[in-house]
């Protein structure tokens, strides 16, 4: 008598689906992100996932193009790129198989995916009750990587530098935008795609601060142009260009930047008018220090004339003197102000203290040289030359100009 053969228990493949079927819908719920795809093949399910790696918190990231090489390209750093890892769940697993890679790629190929393939397949044990979410939480975690300060090797790393960075900004940015904010200004809660994130950190949703900013530059009041928040209005922290070119419309921002060109002008005490009689535009004071020759010269910014500061004259050089004629008002008009005047520590601050020194000393000198002239010698009558006499009699000619004859005052 034949003996029928014996048929397979399958409930170890059934309990194997259902244990499975639990794990995906556990990963899905928790990494929804990362679950890509989960298809029935003939071998088992075939699933994809794509797994970010976070750094929590900033880290710094070294890129080697060997392990001898000395320059290194670093950055800190948030978020590094995916990891794609492509698998079959066999029908036995998790309970009699383990999971088996078919593909595990990273992009922009930052770390050797062998290295990764190896830590992975070790951590499947034949009493694991499910390896999948252990394996998502290890490379989202960046557990693979050594503690402290990364160091990557790359045969170009000023290549796959800038590649990083920028998806390190593209990740923060998403979770920025999907983080809910307290706007300060409305009360309000808003997603971060409606906020903006100012240079300060500080967040506040894009409509509150559009018509908040948009009244200020509309009202001419610059300075309230900046962050709300009580410790930046304290601290008197105005917003940049960058962050006001994200808030308010293109026209808001060409009058915001005219006005604090205005009042750049305006708080600048060696600000000038180019001496162009059809230009007239204001000319600020340049960069160069204040004790030198060179703070004199301006450029004008529209017409490009580069003239004196002091003389309004072309420019003639930071060691060439101004005229005298030209100088002299200004001189006498610090000299007549007494020591500690408003007035007097305004031009100094205006033209620096050291210069107009100089121009002081330089007109004491040419006044008592012209009382010395006045005093101890007589103008040629022929030539107007200054002749002074040394000795003799008081008959004298001009022996170096016109040699005319004349006779010279008694000294008393």
């Given at each position: 008598m034949l003996s029928s053969p014996t048929i397979p228990c399958d409930d170890g493949i059934e309990e194997c689906a259902m244990m499975q079927e639990e794990e995906w819908e556990v990963l899905k719920s928790i990494y929804p992100d990362v679950c890509k795809s989960n298809d029935a093949s003939p071998f088992g399910r075939m699933i994809k996932l794509e797994i970010p790696v976070e750094l929590s918190p900033a880290r710094s990231v070294s890129i080697a193009a060997s392990p001898q090489s000395h320059s290194h390209a670093t950055s800190a750093l948030t978020a590094l790129p995916p990891f794609l890892l492509a698998l079959i769940l066999p029908p036995e697993y998790p309970l009699r198989a383990s999971p088996h890679i078919t593909s595990l790629t990273c992009a922009h190929g930052w770390y050797p995916s062998s290295d990764l393939h190896t830590q992975l397949a070790s951590m499947w044990t034949h009493d694991s009750q499910g390896v999948l979410y252990a394996w998502v939480a290890f490379i989202n975690g960046a557990e693979f990587l050594k503690s402290g300060d990364i160091t990557i090797f790359n045969s170009s790393p000023l290549t796959l530098l800038p590649l990083l960075?920028?998806?390190?900004t593209h990740a923060q940015d998403a979770v920025f935008a999907e983080t809910s904010f307290p706007c300060a200004i409305c009360l309000s809660p808003h997603k971060g795609r409606q906020c903006v994130r100012l240079a300060c950190d500080h967040v506040f949703c894009h409509s509150c601060l559009t018509d908040f900013w948009g009244s200020c530059i509309r009202e001419g009041d610059i300075g309230r142009v900046g962050c709300p928040d009580p410790v930046c209005v304290k601290a008197g922290h105005e917003a940049g260009e960058e962050d006001v070119a994200r808030v308010v419309e293109e026209e808001e921002v060409t009058r915001w930047k005219w006005l604090r060109a205005k009042r750049a002008l305006e708080r600048d005490p060696g600000m000038v008018h180019c001496p162009v009689a059809l230009c007239q535009t204001a000319v600020p004071s340049g960069n160069e220090g204040g004790e030198s020759g060179w703070a004199r010269l301006r450029t004008c910014p529209r017409?490009?004339?580069s003239f004196c500061a002091f003389c309004r004259r072309t420019w003639h050089g930071p060691i060439?003197?101004?005229?005298?004629?030209?100088?002299?008002?200004?001189?006498?008009?610090?000299?007549?102000l007494a020591e500690g005047d408003v007035r007097r520590s305004e031009i100094e601050r205006r033209w620096g203290k050291r210069n107009v020194e100089r121009l002081v000393m330089k007109y004491e000198e040419d006044r008592m040289n012209h009382e010395w002239i006045s005093r101890c010698s007589v103008g040629c009558p022929g030539c107007g030359v200054q002749v002074e006499k040394s000795a003799g009699c008081n008959h004298v000619s001009d022996a170096f100009f016109c040699e005319s004859p004349f006779i010279t005052p008694q000294r008393r």
């Open positions: 960075e920028s998806y390190n017409c490009e004339f060439s003197e101004c005229p005298l004629r030209v100088t002299e008002s200004f001189v006498m008009e610090y000299m007549e």
